[in-house]
């Protein structure tokens, strides 16, 4: 038994994890240092072969440059951030409401479970059959929200939904909020779920109204959560491309044309630049990998602090023993 | 006394303000839907005159109408729906089993760069495939792997964000005990996994079974680009299609062929929502 036996174990670490190494150079890290490969090249072109084309040494980031001057990929750029601060100030909001109110402790309210399933609902349903069911859904003239907004009164010709770039981002940021709101409540209520109930009978104790609990307790203990929900949200957000590219495509101005777009649009159609739209997916990647970062130090941040004080007890515990 | 019965009185009216919102957003949540399932039973006349209504005059006739009305033209659901099924069944498999080994390797043995294989893992999780994709295209341009269904399949194996969930799961959940008992008895490390630890590992499997399998099946993005022949074609792309000019006015068809893309996910969802949303809670987390 023992120590010579625990040493051969060791190697099954190495051989079960294969199969996910060999996976991820292939088909991870060799596409990424390909992508950054071809960003620093002249490949474009649809004859072209990245044989015949060469590196760009006498000024290497040249396609950088062109990527930042364009003007489309600006637009797509300033579009995607905007969409995505449309949708998720709202779904913060909203989802926090729900949070406080299906958490209180004081009242429960009834049908949470049924409430919760139908809210999620949309997350599950393909963006792609959300965003043609919504085209036909904002249609204009004689689409359901017009049918029922001529009814009411509330217009006289109807609302052509896709006019405008910021009509176009309303519905396409209202259609986002609508897929993920339910998401993050879930989500949210979980970091509720996990706060020390003992927390919260202190707030008690001390006299706390439900909205000073919810505000000076609740929402400190799961800032974590909120921070994680906010980077993972804006990591998706950057990505966006499944609504936006079939909801009113090429109308209203491009006003919901999004950088994941832009990027398909420049390497598939036209000139295909592969190169163009290379060097547009490194910049997004390292904007990706800068947010990851921040959420990797945030996760880490909250465990090391736990282990801190962890050490620290153990020390006055020690302390405390030699004292006796 | 005065004092109480206000605060029982304020709680009232905050309870019907609750119940009024989740109500409406519940709404909200089925509204479309029920757009949809009725509209695919109305003729494109019915729906330009009222498209917000139940009423149909003929709705299995208009039913039919509207089918005939898409099969003739280049959607084709069952395509999408079996090229579907084959991608997103085996990237679940894949992902499921390989994900569980890797977190099984960084669980149970000590081995130098466990951390850091770890590290990695926790670093590239959050990576986007989109990001990387135009070197991804052109390797598999130049191997002649587009329009391959594998190529959307193998890299499953390769999951970062299962690896990391089910490693949680096991550090919460599998005591090297079990384990232990079981090398007693003469089993090999594979088969301990095999037998032993994947059956352990079944309330994670079955959450992260369902994310893997919805998340595959309404991936557009890397698909559309990729599949450029119509046989391959998924269901997102099919839906695609329904964008186009050819269905401008087809309202009737482009209804019934949106419902056919939804009806498989709705009866997966209404089976198994409880566990989805708890799934959701445990961290399941899709981007």
């Known amino acids: 038994m023992g120590n010579k036996k625990l040493v051969d174990y060791g190697k099954f670490g190495y051989i079960f994890s294969i199969p996910f190494i060999l996976a991820f150079l292939v088909f991870s890290l060799y596409p990424i240092l390909y992508t950054f490969y071809i960003g620093f090249t002249d490949f474009a072109g649809m004859a072209a072969t990245i044989k015949d084309s060469k590196v760009l040494w006498s000024e290497p980031f040249k396609n950088f440059i062109s990527v930042f001057k364009s003007n489309l990929f600006r637009k797509s750029f300033g579009n995607t951030v905007v969409i995505w601060i449309m949708n998720f100030i709202p779904q913060m909001g909203l989802a926090l409401l729900l949070t406080a109110w299906f958490t209180d402790r004081r009242s429960k309210v009834k049908g949470q479970g049924i409430f919760k399933i139908l809210f999620y609902m949309p997350n599950i ?52 909020f609508w897929q993920w709101y339910g998401y993050t409540m879930v989500i949210l209520i979980s970091g509720v779920i996990g706060i020390d109930p003992a927390i919260f009978e202190a707030a008690d104790l001390d006299g706390a109204n439900r909205v000073q609990t919810f505000f000076l307790v609740t929402l400190p203990c799961i800032r974590t959560v909120m921070l994680y929900t906010l980077v993972t949200s804006l990591i998706g957000g950057l990505n966006m491309f499944d609504i936006p590219s079939l ?78 | 006394m005065a004092n109480k019965n206000s605060l029982h009185k304020e709680s009232v009216g905050l309870k019907i303000v609750i119940y009024v919102v989740c109500v409406i957003l519940a709404i909200l949540s089925l509204m479309p839907f029920i757009i949809m399932f009725t509209n695919a039973t109305r003729s494109t006349a019915e729906i330009q005159s009222s498209a ?76 986007p495939g989109t990001v990387t994709m135009i070197g991804f295209y052109q390797a598999a341009y130049q191997v002649h792997m587009t329009n391959k269904l594998a190529l959307l399949i193998i890299p499953a194996i390769a999951s970062p964000n299962m690896v ?30 095999n037998r032993i630890v994947l059956p352990l590992m079944k309330p994670a499997i079955a959450t992260q079974c369902i994310f893997t399998f919805v998340g595959s099946w309404n991936n557009l993005f890397l698909p559309q680009i990729l599949l450029t022949k119509k046989e391959k074609y998924t269901l997102p792309i099919e839906v695609a299609l329904l964008n186009s000019d050819i269905y401008q006015t087809e309202y009737g068809s482009i209804y019934l062929g949106l419902s056919l893309t939804v009806i498989p996910l709705l009866v997966i969802y209404i089976l198994l929502s409880r566990y989805i949303v708890e799934g959701v809670a445990l961290g399941g987390v899709k981007g």
């Open chain 1, 125 to 176: 349903i393909t963006a792609a059959t959300v965003a043609v069911l919504f085209t036909q859904i904002f249609g204009y003239p004689s689409g359901p929200i017009n049918t029922t907004l001529l009814k009411l009164g509330l217009t006289e010709k109807g609302i052509n939904f896709v006019l405008t770039p910021w009509r176009i981002k309303g519905v396409v940021a209202f259609i986002q």
């Open chain 1, 247 to 324: 909801y009113a495509r090429d109308q209203g101005d491009s006003g919901g044309y999004t950088v994941n777009m832009y990027i398909k649009d420049v390497a598939f159609t036209g000139k295909q630049r592969y190169n163009l739209a290379a060097a547009a997916s490194i910049i997004m990647f390292i904007i990706i990998v800068a947010l990851s970062l921040v959420l990797f130090y945030i996760m880490r941040d909250k465990d090391e602090a736990k282990l801190k004080k962890l050490k620290k007890q153990a020390l006055k515990a020690a302390k405390a023993k030699k004292a006796y």
């Open chain 2, 52 to 127: 917000i209504s139940l009423y149909s005059a003929h709705p299995i006739q208009n039913l039919t109408n509207n089918w005939k009305v898409f099969n003739g033209k280049s959607f084709d659901p069952a395509t999408g729906f079996v090229n579907s099924l084959i991608v997103s069944t085996c990237t679940t498999i894949l992902a499921i089993y390989f994900s569980c080994l890797t977190s099984y390797a960084l669980f149970a043995y000590e081995w130098k760069f466990r951390d850091a294989f770890f590290g990695l893992i926790v670093g590239i999780m959050m990576i």
């Open chain 2, 164 to 193: 990391f969930f089910m490693r949680q799961y096991l550090q919460a959940s599998l005591s090297m005990e079990i384990v232990d008992s079981g090398r007693m008895d003469g089993a090999g490390e594979f088969m301990i996994f």
